[in-house]
């Protein structure tokens, strides 16, 4: 029997998988073209089924690329033919490999490998410095095979294309430079260059393997794709690609070193564009414009009386109905539209608020309110005839999917994505990291920008260790719950840095209330080292926040319609260090139930960015001191150095701000403004 590293074993009974069979068609059938995408499911974010966690093993086959003691056969290849060869078939530049056995692949072949074989064994396919170029649809294709191993030899580069149109394919397969219908594992030290012009680079539509190797990857769709399952042991993987970097129902990741640019990066990314509330300008006491010298006002002394007048008889605006003229209703920040998907036209005023009180937000013309995504259809382009009906031969572009079914995500998994270590570069348009179900981060390097959220899941998001730089994000962290025991972690946020909101990603419908409270929302601080930059909010839960440990150091928002923290249930805080700095008309500080002391202090006038903050007692001992990064006008400070009925002196660049002794654990200090502690947040503000 052979031997078997098992590397994680993870039995997790959600729900029921529910597998579909495929019609068995072959790679070069010239029936006509699907036009109902194969991947459209995998493509959405919408809400799926949850099956079992799988048990992903690699045995011997998967482990094995020394074929020097194998019964082999060499396939040397001349463009469409082969040279000095009378084993293997060659028709209409289709090379048939119908019995497994051992495969020596060299030269150039303008065509296609077909695997088809249903001997029992493993069809191992050396490549030995080989170029193939599919002419009519996938370089590899694996339409059966007990097993298929792709092994790249030492020291070799290897390079497979596919075409840009594919012309006699059925149900849209094969769709990808190399295409297999059964499990497929890539070993060895080589190189392999895939260039997916069509579609997807590397697709198995069962379980993918990556076991070593050097990868360099572009895809019009996905780079590396899989069905079940996608498991990297190690390997140098570069990707390109216009839709996923790598994505499958379940992704593990163990090591390896990856790069990955989906959609030319994070600045194609709509949700971090300038159409978020965060960059309203809130005004501040005192920041009202003078409105004496301001041209083109009405004319108050001759305007109608219409005091007397009946409601009917009052004036409508002008192309306003009734129904338009109502002001929304709980325009609380928990009710708010998604800023995103606002036009000028979504822009109210908040209520009760008359135009003398609210300066109009600068700057927010039409031009500026960013749509999501480019999702444009350049890609997906189906060959029509005369009658502009599609061609039943030819295809062309991304797998004819609707734009709206494009993901641009790093690596994305529908079910479940576990990373157990190395090392990750992704600047993504769409979120880094994301699943529809849960993320678990073990262990690795991540160095993220993206164009909407550095590490998301619809349920459960946990960070057991790792270094994690997001640089560039919408929103750093989330998830309906996110755990994070260790690391050291650190966000730029142009809206939340650590977020709670939403339903579990079970659910039947994809019309989860992102701003309604949960307390299914949970944010749990175990560990770490944990540095967040938001625009918006800091550290956002729609439920609750347990601080039990860990280093925190919160740079907030300066407008005052979002906190450094926002919760609308409790923020206990039983243990760790937290200094959580921004604006004062939304704050709030812990919960009065914390076990840790901390206090909540309003500032009596804004400290400037980059200002040293220091804590000390009143022996002079420094507790902490901080640089902020933006202006402040409210503290947040907890921690076990602090105690009851000790005076406390906050200094900004070494000069006193205040002195206050503090009376109860958690304690208000010259702050009557904003939520106050224990008070409801406004949820997410996505």
Known sequence: MKGKHKLIKRNILIGILVFSMAIFTG?????????????????????VEVGEDIELEFDDDDMYSDWSNDDVVYLEFDGDTIVDNNTVSINDSVVSITKAGTYILSGTLDGM?????????????????????????AGICVLEAEKTVVSLEEGTENIVN?????????????????????DLTINGTGTLTVNGNYNNGIISKDILKIISGTYNITAVNDGIKGSDAVGILDGNINIISGGDGIQSDIVKIYDGNFDITTNDGWKNGGSSSSGSMND???????????????????DMENMPDMSDMNEEDRPTPPNMSEEDREMPSGMNGKNR???????????QAPPDMNSGDMQAPPDMNSGDMQAPPDMNNENIQVQTDSTGNESADTISGSDSTDSEDVSSKGIKASEYLDIYGGAFTINSSDDAIHSNYNVLIDNGTFKITTGDDGMHADNDLTINSGTIDISQSYEGLEGTTVTINDGNISIYASDDGINAAGDDGTTESNSRDMFASNDNNVI??????IIVDASGDGIDSNG??????????????????????????ECIMSGGELLALGSSGMAQGVSDNSTVSAFIYGCDKSISANSLIAIKDSTGNEIISYTNTKQVSAIVYGSDELEVGETYTIYVDGAELTTFTLDETVSSINFSG???????GRGMSK
């Open 27 to 47: 790679c070069s059938s010239s029936n006509s073209v699907d036009n109902e995408s194969s991947n459209n499911s995998s493509n959405s974010d919408e809400s």
């Open 113 to 137: 490998i077909e695997v088809n074989s249903t001997s029992k064994g493993v069809v191992r396919l050396v490549f030995n410095g080989v170029t193939i170029n599919g002419t009519t649809s």
């Open 162 to 182: 596919d075409c840009e149109e594919y012309t006699g394919v059925e149900d849209n397969e094969p769709n990808g430079a190399i295409f297999s219908k059964d």
């Open 280 to 298: 309203m300008d809130f005004p501040s006491d005192g920041d009202m414009p003078d409105m004496s010298n301001m041209e083109n006002m009405p």
């Open 337 to 347: 539209q998604d800023p995103s998907d606002m036009d000028e036209n979504d822009m």
């Open 524 to 529: 749990t601080i175990n560990g770490g080292t």
């Open 544 to 569: 609750n926040i347990y601080i039990n440990g860990g280093t925190i150091y919160v740079n907030g928002p300066t407008n005052d319609g979002d906190g450094a923290l926002d919760y609308d249930g």
């Open 674 to 680: 904003g939520m106050m502690q224990g008070g409801g």
